[in-house]
């Protein structure tokens, strides 16, 4: 049974940092692109980065770069996403996904190209 588990959200103030984990079973993560999304309350999800090992393709979206670092650890099997000076518009559910596509659909980061999606993990950007 495939399983992808996000953790590491929590409320943190403006220009604080969080890391978050997106842990697998069943699966072994290097096989898939990995990607981050969100979803905030009334809004579309949005993709944020991915990471292909296979490939050794790292890719932000405009709204993290600079800001969101991810990593993947094969050991754990687990993948990171870093997150460093949070606006409060960073406030949302943040998501982890599996994708097969051909590297240049990863580009477009549209969640309909992942799946095995996570329950979710809350981050809330605050004073």
């Known amino acids: 049974q495939l399983q992808l588990v996000e953790s590491g959200g929590g409320l943190v103030q403006p220009g604080g940092s969080l890391r978050l984990s997106c842990s697998a079973s069943?699966?072994?993560?290097?096989?898939?692109?990995i990607g981050w999304f969100r979803q905030a309350p009334g809004k579309e999800r949005e993709g944020l980065s991915f990471?292909?090992?296979?490939?050794?393709?790292?890719y932000y979206a405009d709204s993290v770069k600079g800001r969101f670092t991810i990593s993947g650890d094969s050991g754990r099997n687990t993948v990171y996403l870093q997150m460093n000076s949070l606006k409060p518009e960073d406030t949302a559910v943040y998501y982890c996904?599996?994708?097969?596509?051909?590297?240049?659909?990863?580009?477009?980061?549209?969640?309909?190209?992942?799946?095995?999606w996570g329950q979710g993990t809350q981050v809330t950007v605050s004073s």
């Open positions: 996904a599996t994708s097969r596509v051909p590297l240049s659909l990863l580009f477009l980061l549209r969640p309909s190209d992942f799946g095995s």
């Open positions: 990471i292909r090992k296979s490939a050794g393709t790292i």
């Open positions: 069943g699966l072994r993560l290097d096989s898939y692109a």
